[in-house]
Nanobody, 124 residues
């Protein structure tokens, strides 16, 4: 059974940092396309970053480029989202997602598997 477990969220002040983790079970991360999405209250879910399953290259939303870094640890079967220079507009529930058929995608509707979400709150 494919499962994703997201963790690492919390409350920080503007300029702070957090590292989110997404632990996978039931599959190997390097055989699936992986992405991070977020959803703020009253807004649609948006892509934060996605990873090409072939070589691990990453793409980022323009709003987080230069501040967020997505990485994976094959030995731990875990994907991370390192977030620095956090801003109040980064406040949202963050989700990791995976799909066995995609190479990579920034479209949330294309992902079949989702973690439960972890709350990130950035105060000014």
């Amino acid at each position: 059974e494919v499962q994703l477990q997201a963790s690492g969220g919390g409350s920080v002040q503007t300029g702070g940092s957090l590292r989110l983790s997404c632990a996978a079970s039931g599959f190997a991360f390097d055989t699936f396309a992986i992405a991070w999405f977020r959803q703020a209250p009253g807004k649609e879910r948006e892509e934060v970053s996605c990873m090409d399953r072939r070589d691990g290259t990453t793409n980022y939303a323009r709003s987080v480029t230069g501040r967020f870094t997505m990485s994976r640890d094959k030995a731990k079967n875990t994907v991370y989202l390192q977030m620095i220079s956090l801003r109040p507009e980064d406040t949202a529930v963050y989700y990791c997602a995976a799909d066995r058929y995609l190479i990579y995608s920034s479209e949330s509707y294309e992902y079949d598997y989702w973690g439960q979400g972890t709350q990130v709150t950035v105060s000014s």
